[in-house]
């Protein structure tokens, strides 16, 4: 079974603060991408990632895969409110499934 | 364009009763996955269509079919409602699946009573 490790499971910060979530598993997967989700909505994606050692950025995520392809990194600098919501990873597997992480749930109070 | 529609939003069963879930992907795509959320964790995969074929299947009982029409629209059938079928179901749809983008529906949301 191909499990995705996401820590920390919850975060509460204060706007202003930088932030990493970690994405971990013992598998190596062809791409990864990270999703965020508001309530009552499904998962957007933010960003895929294919080659070892990939780093991409969106506005303030930095988002970087591992050179082994079995773990990832999220960075927000200066967090806002807006980015409140659940971060989650998921990992292509054998072409045919995407395998998500537990998920981080982000709060960033003004 | 119209985004991954599903429906309904919400729906209430009791244990051992079957459900029907439907879902319209994006025009031009055609794939579609099915996942189950359960409230605080990261959405399981439970079937991939492409081409109205099968290609993945998830780590979920018999129970669990789901099937892909000719317009690639598709349904997720439950038989024998569990509680702990009690879930957010979402569908995402891409051009071909596999490791491409996914783009998801907002989900329908299961209580079984």
């Known amino acids: 079974t191909q499990l995705l490790e996401q820590s920390p499971q919850f975060l509460s910060i204060q706007e202003g603060e930088n932030l990493t979530v970690y994405c971990n598993s013992s598998?190596?997967?062809?791409?990864l991408q990270w999703y965020r989700q508001e309530p009552g909505e499904g998962p957007v994606l933010l960003v895929t990632?294919?080659?070892?050692?990939e780093v991409k950025k969106l506005k303030r995520l930095t988002f970087q895969f591992g050179d082994a392809r079995k773990d990832s990194s999220l960075h927000i600098t200066a967090a806002q409110p807006g980015d409140t919501g659940l971060y989650l990873c998921?990992?292509?597997?054998?072409?045919?499934?995407?395998?998500f992480g537990t998920g981080t749930r982000l709060q960033v109070f003004p | 364009d119209a985004g991954v529609t599903q429906s309904p939003t919400h729906l209430i069963k009791t244990r051992g009763q079957h459900v029907t879930l439907r879902c319209s992907p994006i025009?031009?795509?055609?794939?579609v996955s099915w996942y189950q959320q359960v409230l605080g964790q990261g959405p399981q995969f439970i079937f991939q269509?492409?081409?109205?074929?099968?290609?993945g299947r998830g780590n979920f009982p018999d129970r669990f079919s789901a099937r892909q029409f000719p317009n690639y629209s598709s349904e997720l059938n439950v038989n024998a409602l569990l509680l702990g079928d009690s879930a957010l179901y979402l569908c995402?749809?891409?051009?071909?699946?596999?490791?491409?983008?996914?783009?998801f529906g907002d989900g329908t949301r299961l209580s079984i009573l």
């Open positions: 995402a749809s891409s051009f071909q699946g596999g490791n491409q983008p996914q783009h």
């Open positions: 998921a990992g292509v597997y054998n072409t045919d499934k995407l395998i």
């Open positions: 025009s031009g795509h055609k794939s």
């Open positions: 269509y492409y081409e109205k074929e099968e290609r």
């Open positions: 598998s190596v997967f062809s791409s």
């Open positions: 990632v294919v080659t070892g050692g």
